[in-house]
C-alpha cells in the first residue's frame, strides 16, 4: 500500500528507485528534492531510505535543525549517530574520531576544527562507498549551516566517482541554499514535487479517511492548495473534532453540526453567523483553518495538560532531542516521561525513527514554541542550559540553549561563567561564531566576572577572534586583558595567545617585543619563563634565524625540566630537533626523539605534538637514507592522524610521505599524496611544498601548463612566509625557468638560497640543479661556493645521498665521469633514482667529451632508462639533445610506456590497484594491501577511471572482465 503522503508521487518514487538500483550496480549520482514546506520532500525521503535498505545498501540519514544552523555540520553528525553498523566497519575508530572533533571534544589548535571535520567526514563517505553502495540523505538542508552545504555540494560533484547515491532535500523558500545547490545539480537530478492534481488529492483523502470523500470535503480540500500535508492534517483535525461523518453508500463527508461534547471546530472556534458559501456551505460550517500552521496548531488542543508541558520542554530542544537530554531538562528520570511520551508518540505529535524521538513535523514543533512569550522562553533556554551542563551534556547541546537565552547585551553571569570558562576551547574548536557570541557577553558590562575567570575568557575569546580570521579584535581583547589582569598563570597564557594572534596577522616584530617584554617582568617565575622561551623560539625559527630559536629552545628546555613543565618540555624538544634537522645533524636526533616522545606518551593533551614528533621522525628517516623506514614511518601517521580526527597533521603526513615518495621515485604516489587534502586544511608550509612536488613532478614529465598552475598556488602561499626556505618550490621554480630558456634565471634562483647554514635539509635539494647549473652558466666563486657546501653536509652527515652530492659536485668541475658514476652509485644506495639518472647522464657527457664513446653510450643508456621508469620525458629529451651532438644514440630499447589514456597509459602502481580492486576490495582494504592511505587509493582510482573514461568503479571490474 502507497503510504498516504506518496499518493501522487509515482514518477518521484519511481525515479529515486531506479537511483538506488543504479548505485546498488555501482553508479553514484547525486539528488536534489526541492519544494514547499508539506509537499511531501520528507515522505521520499523515507522512501528512498526504506528502498535503499531493503536493495542492502548501507544508508546514512541525517536532517537539518532550525535551533541547530548555528553549530556546524551536525546533519551529519545525526548521519553518523545512525548509521548503525555500518559506520561501525570502519577500520581505525574514525567514526569516533569525527564525532570527537565535531564535538569539539578534542583540541587541534592549529587548524580550524570544521575544516578538519568536513574533511573526515568527506573522507569516511568515500570509504563507506567503497566499502558498499551507501545512500546519504540528508533533509532539511534550509536549516543545514555553510559548512553542513558546503559538503553535501563537495560530495555531490564526487558521487559519480563512487558508489553513492546522495540525497538531499530542502524547502522552496528565500535564501541561497536551494539556489547554491542547484549548481552543483544536473538539472535532471532536481525533483521538483508540486501540488497534487485533483484526482490524486481524491486518492489522498480516500487514503486519509478510508472512504469515498463527499463533494464538501472534496471542495474543503481543494484548499490546500494540493499540498499532501495541509490535506492530511486538515482531516485530522476534522476527525478529531466530530465533524467527518459516512453518509450513504459509505461515502464520508464533512458535516456542519457540532460535536454533542462541546468540543471545539478545528480552528478552536465557536459558531458563529451562518454567511452562505457558494455551494450551500456555510461560513460556521466551513471552518477550516486558514493556514497549514493553524491546522497543525489545531491538532495540540487534543494534548492534556501532563503532556503539553513536556512537549514544550522537548520544543526548546529542536525538531530531535534525546530523551537523556529532555529527562535533564524536566528534572526527572526517563522513566517518568515515558508515560507522557507514549502519549504523544499516539496522538502522532512525537514520533520515533533512527534519529530517536523527534516532533513529527518541524511545525508541530514551532506551534508548541510559539505558545511561549519571548521572556518565558529565555528563561526556559537558560533552565534547559544550567541542566543540561550539570548533566556533562556535549558543549553544542548547551550552547544551543543559551544563544536564545541570553537577552541582546545582557552580559552572561553566574554558573554561564563557570561553564564557559571550562567549555571555551572545545566550543571554540567546534563553533568560533557561537564561542564569539556568548564569550562577548560573557566579558562585557559592568558586572565583568573576577580577574582569573575574566582573563580566561578573555583568552577564549581571543583565540576564538583569531579562529575566526578576525585578527585585529583578536589582538584588541587579548591586549586589554592583559592590562587589567594579574594573574600569573592567566598572563603567561594571555602573552602566548597574543604572540599567536600577531603571528598570524603577520606582525611577527609586535610579537617578539611582547614576548621580551613579557619576559622581562620582574619575579617571573622558571615556568612561566619556559613557557614564554617556547613560543618565542617557535617564532624565531618560523623567521628563519636556526641559531637563536636553538637556543632559546635550549634555554627553555632548561626551565621546564627544572619545574617539571611536561608540555613545555616536549615543544621545547620539538623545536630543538627541528633547529638540528634543518642545520644537517640529523645523526644526533634519535636520543632527542626518544625524549620527547616519552613526555607526550601519557599526556592526552599533547596527542598533537605526538604527531607532529612521529612525521618529523619520518623525515630524518629519510634524510639518513632509510627510505623504506621512512615511508613505512610516515604511513603510520596518517593512520593515527585518521584516528584521532586531526586533518592538519594527516595532510602533513601525507606532505611528509609524498616528499618521500618523490625522492624514492614512485612519482606517480608522490602525486596522490600530496593532492590528497586541500589548501585550507594546511599549514602555509605544507602547501608551498604540495604544489612544488607536484610541480616538479610535472615538469620533469614536460607536463609545462598544468606545473604553472601549481606554481600559481605555491607562490603566493610563499611570499606569506618569506624568509623561510621550501625547496621543492625553489627547485620548481628554476626548473620552470631552465623549460623556457632561462637558465641563467635558473642558476640566480636557486643561488640565492644556497648561502650560510640556515635549512641546510631544504637547501639538499636544490644541490643536484645548482652544481650543473653552476658549471655550465656560473662563475668560479658560484661553483666553489657549492662544492663547499657539499663538503660541509658530508661531513655532518656521512651518509650515501651527501657523499654522492660532494662526488657529482667533484666530477662535474673535474670532467672525470668515474666520479659521476660514483656519485650515481651512491644515489642510487639512497634510492633517489632521479639523482641516480642526472648523474648517470652526466657521466654520459663527460665521457662523450673524453673521447670514451663506449663508455659514453652505456651510461646514456642507463640514464635514459632511469628517466623513463619516472616518466621524466623532458630530462630524456634533454639529455638525448646533448648526446646527440656528440653523435651519440641510444642503442634500441624495450618501447617505454608513453600513452597517457586507455589501459596502456596506466603506471604500475595503478595496475596494483586495479588488480586489487578486481578482487572486490575495498579503498582502505587495497590502503592495507599496499601500505598507503585510503585517501591516495582513492586519488588512484579517480585518475584511473579519468584515464580509461569510465564512471565507476563497478564499470572499471565490467571493462576488464570484457577485456578478458
Known sequence: MVPALLVGRDIETATLRARV?????????????????????SALVRDVCDAAAAAGLTVLRGAGDELGQVLPL????????VSGGAAAEEPGGRRAAVLRLLRGEQEFRAVDAVSAAAEQLFALVEESAARRPTLLAIDDLQWADQASVALWARLARAAGRHRLLLVGAVRTAPGDVLRALRRVVEPADLLRPGPLAA???????????????????????????????????LVGALARAGRLAEGPAGVVDFTGARPADGAPDPAGRTAGADEPLAGGVSAADDAVPPSLAAAIADRLDFLSDEVRPTLRAAALLGVHFDVEDLAAVQRCGVAELVPVLDVAISAGVLADSAHGLGFRHPLIRAA?????????????????ARALAAAAAPVDRVARQLLPAAEPGVPLTGWMLDWLVEAGPPLTAQAPTVAIDLLRRAVAGP????????????????????RAGEQAEAERVAFTALGRVTDAEVVTELHWSLAQVRLNAGRVTDALDDLDRALAAPHLAERHRARLLTMKARIVRWMGDIDLAGALADEALDGATATGDTATVAWALHTRIVVLALRGEQLALPPLFDRALAAVADEPRLADLRLLLENNRAVVLGAVDRMGEAIAQATAVCAAAARTGSVLRLAGAHGTRGELLYDAGRWDEALADVTAFPDEVKDVSMVCNAHGIAALVLLHR????????????????????????????VAARALLAE????????????????????????????????????????????????LALADS????????HRAGLVHYGRGLHSGDPAVLRRAAACFRTAERPLWTATALGAAAVAAAEAGDRAGARAAFSDAVDGYERLGAAWDVARLQARMWAFGIRRAPRVKHRTARHGWDSLTPSEQQVVALVLRGLSNPQIAEELYVSPRTVGTHVSRILAKLDLSSRTDLVREAARRG
Open 74 to 81: 551536525l546533519p551529519f553528525l545525526a548521519a553518523l549517530e
Open 702 to 729: 614536460g607536463g609545462i601548463a598544468e606545473a604553472r598552475r601549481h606554481l600559481e598556488r605555491g607562490i603566493p602561499a610563499a611570499a606569506t612566509i618569506p624568509n623561510r626556505l621550501v625547496g621543492s618550490l
Open 368 to 384: 508548541l514554541y510559539e505558545e511561549l512569550a519571548p521572556s518565558v522562553r529565555r528563561a526556559w533556554h537558560r533552565d534547559a
Open 739 to 786: 623549460h623556457e630558456g632561462r637558465p641563467a634565471d635558473a642558476l640566480a634562483t636557486l643561488t640565492a638560497w644556497i648561502s650560510g647554514d640556515q635549512e641546510l635539509t631544504e637547501v639538499i635539494d636544490l644541490l643536484p640543479d645548482g652544481l650543473r647549473l653552476a658549471r655550465e652558466h656560473g662563475d668560479p666563486a658560484t661553483r666553489a661556493a657549492m
Open 21 to 41: 538500483a543504479a548505485c546498488a550496480a555501482g553508479h553514484g549520482r547525486a539528488t536534489l528534492i526541492g519544494g514547499e514546506p508539506g509537499i511531501g520532500k
Open 199 to 233: 484526482p490524486a488529492v481524491d486518492a489522498l483523502l480516500t487514503a486519509s479517511v478510508g472512504a469515498r470523500p463527499g463533494p464538501r470535503l472534496t471542495r474543503l480540500a481543494a484548499g490546500a492548495a494540493g499540498n499532501p500535508l495541509y490535506i492530511t492534517e
Open 793 to 800: 653536509l658530508w661531513a655532518k652527515a656521512d651518509v650515501p
Open 447 to 466: 558586572g565583568r566576572p573576577g580577574e582569573r575567570t575574566y582573563g580566561m575568557l578573555a583568552r577564549h575569546l581571543a583565540d576564538a577572534l583569531s
